[in-house]
């Protein structure tokens, strides 16, 4: 049985909003001869959290901006103090949240080294005893006697890595600081996380990233608005946070054509996001009054930047509002896109034109949808492989 | 990267952390810390540490021993400190010498030469007299303009991990001890050019000099915590000091106020500093007893500062 490193018990962080304001010399005099307490905004960051962490456990943290992760981590780190709640952890902490903490530009890598080493909690006896791992592992020897200011910021952010990659704690606590460096250099990093992990050291790791989440961790935590929505194993916590519905962006208010619009993954559920090569299917109710006119939908799908990836019309399938054979009027459209593999971690947006046959426009609807393909392969075998480009189809390939 | 610039920073000081001379002071300073570093490396050896997060955990007495654990951190943001002083600056160190120069210069020439102030009792030239005043002073305000800068200049250090604040003040206060023993040569060699000797009160130079850091540490984490939450000690402090030059018996005898005064003046606490490492160095007329209250009100400051430093570490980061 192994034994609880971290334990979190109901842990509250508040913040005072609007407390920049009144913070000056001049006010703070002033308000000492005001009656009463000048009036204060409170925002709760997190609220209630509790959880434990096993030794040798890597727990991923998940969730949307201001869900409270960084105040998670902050606390965690020691860095700021909960408002209520008490936390134990058993063991030497290592938090790194960034990397390059004070490094300065004026000195030597090799000083900065020393620094940084010293900063992140090293003593100076193990930075010598490494000194040299270190080095070889940022690949930057050469120029370890130049100041940093001269490097570029590759060569800074490799030599930053390579400290923080070089701490020795039983726990350690890292914000997204992967993504740095070029690929060759985050694949050494992912391995130097997996050997560390193997080692049997505790890792609480926050990422947007969820590929890298499922890679790295057994056990998940989705945030919320400052409460725990989800703890467990990775992939249902990753699901969820997936089908999390308070994605869209759909407002009924918007059209009075529309009564339903949603974005259906493989399994026909209606999801938020979708996993990279996943089918899925673009779906719209329309409201009963176009009786008369041969009425048709297009889909018209944007990334993030504007760029118009695809546009598809049910008329070209002979598709219209019409009736059954009972009278019973058939006005929800489905389109399945059986092969689109969109770029992940991209926006994408999708907006609804309603037109009449003869081409008259009845209504564009900007930006009904929002919805993300994030970087979990729906089929293992076929991986987003990074490169450019809007969609990231595989051709079939063949030589002769 | 052409050659000159990897061969350029081949430094003299190539080991990190190796001013030994300035080990020593900080040992002499705190010697408590010293006594729960020991212990501490003690107990590490046979327990595993716990750490536990509350709403203000943490005992005065156990935030000091954290102090005492991160003892290296504190020698490491020193040494960058000098390190990074004067660097790119065409004569470097020099400037460590040019500065204090002539402001004594200055000084000496205002109240020496135009005012006539005079030398007290002691019988020595009118510009020892001042560099000797400038001693403590210099000390005093390079800790003080340090310090008050120090947290908010290291605020991306402070809002990313975990370290106990008060080393940010605490280095400041090594680092002018270069200030300080350029002073002490520079005093040192004026002595030997005038030909003077250092009277058996020189045995005092180290209780006063103790006291220097201890009023500089006293004013300086004032300053480091008011900074954070009112910039508009970034204003105040330079003015401070601008105008504490000339409220402090530097470059003119203590004696030289009126009577009624002295007690206000002696408010100041600087002031008892500087007249006693005068004359700690160059002897003359003993400093008055009101020196003692110049001290307490250093000791009042210094353990209400860092009680009211210790309250406020922990919301830093959200402050600042």
Redesign the interface.
Same mark, same amino acid.
């Given at each position: 049985m192994s034994k609880k490193v971290i334990r979190v018990n109901h842990i509250s962080k508040r913040y005072i909003i609007g407390q920049g304001k009144n913070s000056s010399l001049y006010h703070t005099i002033g308000n000492l001869f005001k009656k009463g307490t000048p009036s204060k905004e409170e925002f709760w960051a997190l609220n209630d959290v509790s959880f434990d962490v096993e030794e040798g456990e890597v727990l991923g943290v998940i969730g949307k901006n201001g869900a409270g992760k960084s105040t998670l981590l902050k606390i965690l780190s020691r860095i700021t103090e909960p408002t209520y709640g008490k936390i134990q952890i058993t063991g030497r902490v290592a938090s790194l949240l960034e990397v390059g903490t004070g490094f300065h530009p004026e000195l030597t890598g090799k000083e900065n080294i020393f620094l940084n080493g010293s900063i992140l909690g090293m003593k100076r006896q193990e930075i010598n005893a490494k000194f040299d791992e270190i080095v070889d592992f940022s690949g930057i020897s050469k120029f370890i006697d130049t100041p940093v200011k001269h490097y570029s910021s590759g060569m800074y952010v490799r030599l930053a890595f390579s400290v923080a990659a070089h701490l020795e704690p039983e726990i350690l606590i890292i914000d997204e600081v992967l993504a740095v460096g070029d690929k060759e250099f985050q694949d050494k990093c992912l391995g130097k996380m997996n050997d560390v992990s193997k080692l049997g050291r505790t890792i609480v790791f926050v990422s947007h990233n969820m590929n890298l989440i499922s890679l790295l961790c057994k056990q998940c935590l989705l945030l919320k608005g400052g409460k725990i929505l989800t703890l467990g194993n990775t992939q249902k916590v990753v699901e969820s946070y997936l089908f999390d519905e308070s994605h869209t962006y759909f407002d009924r208010k918007k059209s009075q054509n529309i009564s339903k619009c949603s974005l259906l993954n493989s399994s026909k559920s209606e999801v938020t996001s979708l996993k990279f090569g996943e089918p899925f299917y673009f779906s719209v109710t329309l409201n009963n009054d176009f009786d008369s006119h041969r009425v048709y939908v297009s889909f018209l799908l944007n990334n993030e930047n504007g760029i118009r990836i695809l546009s598809s019309r049910s008329v070209d399938g002979d598709y219209y509002i019409s009736k059954d054979e009972k009278g019973v009027v058939k006005n929800s459209f489905t389109a399945f896109y059986e092969r689109l593999f969109l770029r992940p971690n991209v926006k994408y947006l999708l907006s609804i034109r309603l037109l009449e046959q003869k081409g008259h426009e009845i209504e564009y609807i900007h930006n009904v949808l929002e919805f993300q393909v994030e970087d979990i392969p729906h089929n293992p075998n076929i991986r987003f492989s990074g490169g450019y480009g809007i969609v990231a189809n595989q051709p079939i390939w063949n030589v002769e | 990267?052409n050659a000159y610039? %990897?061969?350029a920073?081949?430094?003299i000081l190539q080991n990190? @952390?190796e001013l030994a001379f300035l080990r020593l002071p900080l040992d002499f300073i705190f010697p408590p810390l010293f006594f729960f570093l020991v212990f501490n490396k003690l107990r590490a050896r046979f327990f @595993?540490?716990? +750490? +536990? +997060?509350?709403?203000?955990?943490l005992s005065v007495r156990q935030r000091l021993k954290e102090l005492a654990e991160y003892r290296?951190?504190l020698w490491?943001?020193a040494y960058?400190d000098v390190?990074?002083r004067y660097?790119?600056t065409a004569v470097g160190f020099a400037w460590a010498i040019i500065n204090p120069l002539l402001q004594i210069l200055l000084l000496s020439f205002v109240f020496g030469t135009v005012a006539k102030t005079g030398t007290g009792e002691s019988n020595v030239p009118h510009i020892l007299y001042t560099t000797a005043g400038m001693c403590g002073w210099v000390y005093f305000s390079n800790v003080l303009s340090g310090a008050s800068n120090s947290i908010i200049g290291?605020q991306?250090?402070?809002?990313? %991990?975990?370290?106990p604040r008060l080393i940010l003040p605490l280095s400041k206060a090594l680092t002018a001890f270069i200030d300080l023993a350029v002073m002490l040569g520079i005093i040192l060699f004026l002595m030997f050019i005038y030909g003077i000797m250092p009277t058996t009160s020189i045995l005092f130079l180290p209780f006063f000099l103790f006291i220097a850091v201890i009023s500089g540490l006293a004013v300086g984490i004032w300053l480091s915590a008011l900074t954070i939450?009112?910039?508009?000690f970034k204003q105040i402090t330079p003015l401070m000091l601008r105008l504490g030059m000339y409220a402090t018996p530097i470059a003119y005898p203590a004696s030289a106020v009126p009577e009624q005064y002295q007690l206000l003046f002696f408010l100041n606490p600087i002031a008892g500093v500087v007249e006693g490492v005068r004359w700690s160095l160059i002897g003359g007329e003993e400093p008055s007893n009101y020196i003692l209250l110049s001290f307490g009100v250093v000791l009042i400051l210094f353990t209400w500062g860092l009680l009211y430093f210790l309250k406020i570490e922990?919301?830093i980061?959200? %402050?600042i």
């Amino acid at each position: 049985m192994s034994k609880k490193v971290i334990r979190v018990n109901h842990i509250s962080k508040r913040y005072i909003i609007g407390q920049g304001k009144n913070s000056s010399l001049y006010h703070t005099i002033g308000n000492l001869f005001k009656k009463g307490t000048p009036s204060k905004e409170e925002f709760w960051a997190l609220n209630d959290v509790s959880f434990d962490v096993e030794e040798g456990e890597v727990l991923g943290v998940i969730g949307k901006n201001g869900a409270g992760k960084s105040t998670l981590l902050k606390i965690l780190s020691r860095i700021t103090e909960p408002t209520y709640g008490k936390i134990q952890i058993t063991g030497r902490v290592a938090s790194l949240l960034e990397v390059g903490t004070g490094f300065h530009p004026e000195l030597t890598g090799k000083e900065n080294i020393f620094l940084n080493g010293s900063i992140l909690g090293m003593k100076r006896q193990e930075i010598n005893a490494k000194f040299d791992e270190i080095v070889d592992f940022s690949g930057i020897s050469k120029f370890i006697d130049t100041p940093v200011k001269h490097y570029s910021s590759g060569m800074y952010v490799r030599l930053a890595f390579s400290v923080a990659a070089h701490l020795e704690p039983e726990i350690l606590i890292i914000d997204e600081v992967l993504a740095v460096g070029d690929k060759e250099f985050q694949d050494k990093c992912l391995g130097k996380m997996n050997d560390v992990s193997k080692l049997g050291r505790t890792i609480v790791f926050v990422s947007h990233n969820m590929n890298l989440i499922s890679l790295l961790c057994k056990q998940c935590l989705l945030l919320k608005g400052g409460k725990i929505l989800t703890l467990g194993n990775t992939q249902k916590v990753v699901e969820s946070y997936l089908f999390d519905e308070s994605h869209t962006y759909f407002d009924r208010k918007k059209s009075q054509n529309i009564s339903k619009c949603s974005l259906l993954n493989s399994s026909k559920s209606e999801v938020t996001s979708l996993k990279f090569g996943e089918p899925f299917y673009f779906s719209v109710t329309l409201n009963n009054d176009f009786d008369s006119h041969r009425v048709y939908v297009s889909f018209l799908l944007n990334n993030e930047n504007g760029i118009r990836i695809l546009s598809s019309r049910s008329v070209d399938g002979d598709y219209y509002i019409s009736k059954d054979e009972k009278g019973v009027v058939k006005n929800s459209f489905t389109a399945f896109y059986e092969r689109l593999f969109l770029r992940p971690n991209v926006k994408y947006l999708l907006s609804i034109r309603l037109l009449e046959q003869k081409g008259h426009e009845i209504e564009y609807i900007h930006n009904v949808l929002e919805f993300q393909v994030e970087d979990i392969p729906h089929n293992p075998n076929i991986r987003f492989s990074g490169g450019y480009g809007i969609v990231a189809n595989q051709p079939i390939w063949n030589v002769e | 990267m052409n050659a000159y610039l %990897i061969n350029a920073n081949k430094s003299i000081l190539q080991n990190p @952390l190796e001013l030994a001379f300035l080990r020593l002071p900080l040992d002499f300073i705190f010697p408590p810390l010293f006594f729960f570093l020991v212990f501490n490396k003690l107990r590490a050896r046979f327990f @595993l540490s716990k +750490i +536990i +997060i509350e709403a203000g955990s943490l005992s005065v007495r156990q935030r000091l021993k954290e102090l005492a654990e991160y003892r290296e951190l504190l020698w490491t943001l020193a040494y960058r400190d000098v390190r990074v002083r004067y660097a790119q600056t065409a004569v470097g160190f020099a400037w460590a010498i040019i500065n204090p120069l002539l402001q004594i210069l200055l000084l000496s020439f205002v109240f020496g030469t135009v005012a006539k102030t005079g030398t007290g009792e002691s019988n020595v030239p009118h510009i020892l007299y001042t560099t000797a005043g400038m001693c403590g002073w210099v000390y005093f305000s390079n800790v003080l303009s340090g310090a008050s800068n120090s947290i908010i200049g290291a605020q991306s250090m402070v809002k990313k %991990i975990y370290f106990p604040r008060l080393i940010l003040p605490l280095s400041k206060a090594l680092t002018a001890f270069i200030d300080l023993a350029v002073m002490l040569g520079i005093i040192l060699f004026l002595m030997f050019i005038y030909g003077i000797m250092p009277t058996t009160s020189i045995l005092f130079l180290p209780f006063f000099l103790f006291i220097a850091v201890i009023s500089g540490l006293a004013v300086g984490i004032w300053l480091s915590a008011l900074t954070i939450r009112f910039r508009d000690f970034k204003q105040i402090t330079p003015l401070m000091l601008r105008l504490g030059m000339y409220a402090t018996p530097i470059a003119y005898p203590a004696s030289a106020v009126p009577e009624q005064y002295q007690l206000l003046f002696f408010l100041n606490p600087i002031a008892g500093v500087v007249e006693g490492v005068r004359w700690s160095l160059i002897g003359g007329e003993e400093p008055s007893n009101y020196i003692l209250l110049s001290f307490g009100v250093v000791l009042i400051l210094f353990t209400w500062g860092l009680l009211y430093f210790l309250k406020i570490e922990r919301s830093i980061a959200d %402050i600042i």
